[in-house]
């Protein structure tokens, strides 16, 4: 694709004097150079991913790529990174594109920018596949510019050279891009010609994180790393979802504490600002408060269980004429629990306000923050730092919004940390769901698939519900549907030829602090099926294996599920007690297939001790990167399948650290993970997501065979053996 800067008006311009600065410019009648075409029509072809693409295409282009004065390169990317690895593989884009060692790349992560309207929201795997094409486009238009350079000052025709390791060559010639900024930054240049190669270098070859080395050595900053001004803060918060403060009982005496700064009300709770952290969490605990209600206080497990299976719609065929099989399954509370807990820095004065915070949607907290100090949102400046770790909870800004709502109070900067507890407690969740399963079969064939799913209404109010809002009139789904309606039909999907399929969600609005978490409906809805699928396979005597082949929609589906049936040595005899499962799954324009060992000889602790995992993500732009998101997807679905869960009791989780939200350890975790990314094709397909459903579905397929016992809730092993903390 070569695009003439006169039409698509890039415009280079000179930021500081030795300085080249690219970005992609688009004029109010032409089309974004870098958007992804129109997703297609049919409604079962359209994806979550999709949506956000069309939602950003209009500023798509407005990302700038810098060449810097030491021949390296900057990018200052619009989206979060929270460990998932995407400052490495944008890095890897923009060397790949202007011939650059990836050493010599830095990926800056922008602050909020409310120019880019949608195209700042990091979620539904759609970083890589919104960007590809934008930093391709910014990156060989520094290249262009480089080499246009170079050839007005050697009086050659610009076709006669080329790039390589940082630096544009000629026969007789060579000039670091160092040497050529200040030249390549000139106005009067003159046109030139942006081509995205066509072959990678770097691209598709596994790749090291560009801060591995600093984040396993503690050089890594995170929000509470930054040397910036503010006094350590923590918050009392009431003993109930969403409950507030009646009457604070001993706030002087608290204020009189050693190292106690300040004692303020808010609407989450009461803040103590103090000179360490350690002072500020001691006065947390001496506050005496009286609380009013929450909004779920007469709710526990059995009320919101009993809620959600008389939710479930009913199943539209009825089992006559043909056989049919039933299912149930349910699906406990599930924390995020990312390494670092919500943590916020607010700097408030009368006329301005700045945060600091990991952030994936960091327009919509600009916006809602400054509605919330009464000042206009460009006198609120947003810092998005890398965050550690998210699955969708730092969607959220609930710490920015309480920081700079407490720095307001106090007339004081903050530095905000919520305690594990109060992580567990009261931040976001997945929600709770009942799935309810029907198909019937004749012949061999199934001739109609039936989900049924209630959940506990999942909180979209983090940003994703403005776009869709927004491109609501372009969506075949249809505008009228609901923001959780249309998530779940543009992410869940059958990937089998199962005659009549529906799936249907329905939600019960119960106030609880839920949000998005990883794969979001798809772990336990996908999760569910994989599990129906195997036992449907059992009634009609098929194999697992053999009868996903024989009803998988697509060769590229089939070619994944061969991987990993031939490398696991899908059939082997194992011990009583062990057995294999298999799950499958697309989503993201990509499609995974894994295979799992599992030793259930102590049904009450299984371990699984092996897994063969294979997946294909059109074009792997870093298949090191890949590999980490479904070692990742494994460990989750380990984990929330067989132990690790929220009990609700009197309107809060009882899960108060990770010795009671019992996620998998090093010794839970398998010693044999096999991961096989297929051959690349066409452009990249969604990662973060896509390993947990069919793992989840492996797993739990597993064990039933080891066991023989059909499970039906989740986690499998779900005991309260710890004592709760004190609310």
């Known amino acids: 694709m070569s695009i003439p800067t006169n039409r698509r008006r890039f415009l280079a311009y000179l930021v500081a004097a030795p300085t080249l600065t690219v970005a992609a410019k688009i004029g109010t009648a032409e089309p974004a150079l870098a958007a992804v075409p129109t997703p297609p029509a049919p409604a079962d072809l359209l994806d979550l991913g999709d949506i956000l693409i069309l939602a950003g295409a209009p500023t798509a282009n407005l990302l700038t790529l810098t060449v810097d004065e030491d021949g390296g390169a900057t990018l200052h990317l619009p989206r979060a990174e929270v460990g998932q690895g995407i400052t490495t593989a944008t890095a890897m884009l923009v060397a790949d594109e202007l011939d650059l060692p990836l050493a010599l790349v830095r990926v800056v992560l922008d602050d909020a920018r409310p120019e880019l309207l949608f195209n700042q929201l990091t979620g539904g795997s759609n970083t890589i596949r919104s960007v590809y094409r934008p930093v391709r486009t910014a990156a060989a238009a520094a290249r262009a510019r480089l080499v246009a350079a170079a050839a007005a000052r050697w009086g050659v025709p610009a076709t006669t050279l080329r790039t390589e390791d940082g630096a544009v060559l000629g026969q007789d010639h060579r000039a670091t891009y160092a040497e050529l900024t200040r030249d390549a930054a000139r106005t009067d240049l003159g046109p030139t010609t942006v081509t995205p190669k066509s072959e990678h270098r770097i691209v598709g070859t596994p790749t090291s994180r560009v801060d591995a080395r600093a984040m396993v050595t503690g050089r890594q900053r995170y929000t509470l790393d930054l040397d910036l001004p503010g006094h350590p803060t923590m918050v009392r918060r009431p003993p109930t979802i969403n409950g507030t403060v009646r009457r604070v009982h001993n706030a002087e005496a608290v204020k009189a504490m050693p190292g106690v700064v300040d004692v303020v009300v808010v609407e989450t709770g009461v803040a103590v600002l103090a000179e360490t952290f350690g002072q500020a969490q001691q006065g947390k605990d001496a506050l005496e408060v009286s609380w009013n209600p929450g909004t779920v206080d007469d709710e526990d497990d059995d009320t919101i269980r009993r809620k959600l299976r008389a939710a479930a719609l009913p199943f539209v065929v009825p089992p006559l004429l043909t056989q049919y099989q039933d299912a149930e399954f349910d699906f406990a509370f599930v924390s995020h629990a990312p390494l670092e807990s919500n943590t916020a820095i607010a700097d408030v004065r009368a006329d301005r306000a700045e945060i600091w915070a990991g952030l994936k949607s960091p327009i919509v907290a600009q916006q809602t923050i400054a509605a919330e100090l009464g000042l206009p949102q460009h006198r609120v400046k947003v810092h998005v730092v890398q965050g550690g770790g998210s699955f969708g909870r730092r969607l959220f800004f609930d710490a920015a919004l309480e920081a700079a709502r407490i720095s307001k109070a106090a007339g004081r900067p903050v530095k905000l940390l919520w305690s594990r ?179 259930a000889r102590d049904r009450a602790h299984p371990r699984v001790t092996r897994a063969v995992i294979a997946a294909d993500y059109g074009l792997p732009v870093n298949p090191r990167g890949l590999e980490a998101q479904l070692l990742g997807g494994l460990t989750d679905a380990i984990s929330t399948t067989l132990t690790a869960g929220l009990h609700i009791d009197r309107g809060l989780p009882l899960e108060g650290s990770y010795s009671q939200f019992h996620y998998a350890r090093q010794a839970d975790s398998p010693t044999d993970v096999r991961i096989f990314i297929m051959p690349p094709s066409g452009e990249p397909g969604g990662a973060g997501e896509l390993g947990v459903p069919a793992a989840v579905g492996a797993i739990a397929n597993a064990y039933a065979r080891a066991t023989g016992v059909k499970p039906r809730s989740f986690p499998i092993n779900f005991p309260v053996d710890f004592e709760p903390f004190p609310r």
Not at 501 to 517: A, D, F, I, K
Not at 520 to 530: H, K, P
Not at 531 to 554: Q, S
């Open 421 to 599: 507890i109060d992580d567990m407690r009261h931040g976001r969740t997945r929600a709770a769901s009942h799935h309810k399963l029907r198909a019937t079969f004749a012949l061999g064939n199934v001739l109609t698939f039936e989900h049924r799913v209630a959940s506990v209404e999942t909180d979209f109010g983090h940003g994703l519900g403005e776009i869709l809002t927004a491109t609501a009139a372009e969506l075949p789904v249809g505008g009228n549907l609901s923001f959780a309606q249309t998530v779940f039909l543009t992410t869940i999907k059958s990937p089998y030829h199962f005659g009549v399929t529906t799936q249907l969600l329905n939600e019960v609005p119960l106030r609880m602090h839920t949000g998005s978490w990883r794969s979001v409906y798809s772990a336990n809805t996908r999760g569910a099926e994989e599990i129906f699928v195997d036992e449907l396979a059992r009634r009609l005597r098929r194999d697992p294996v053999a009868f996903r082949r024989a009803f998988l929609k697509t060769a590229r589906q089939r070619a994944v599920l061969d991987k990993v049936a031939v490398e696991g040595q899908w059939g082997k005899a194992l011990p009583a007690g062990f057995a294999q499962g298999v799950g499958f799954h697309e989503e993201y324009k990509s499609c995974t297939a894994c295979l799992v060992e599992i030793d």
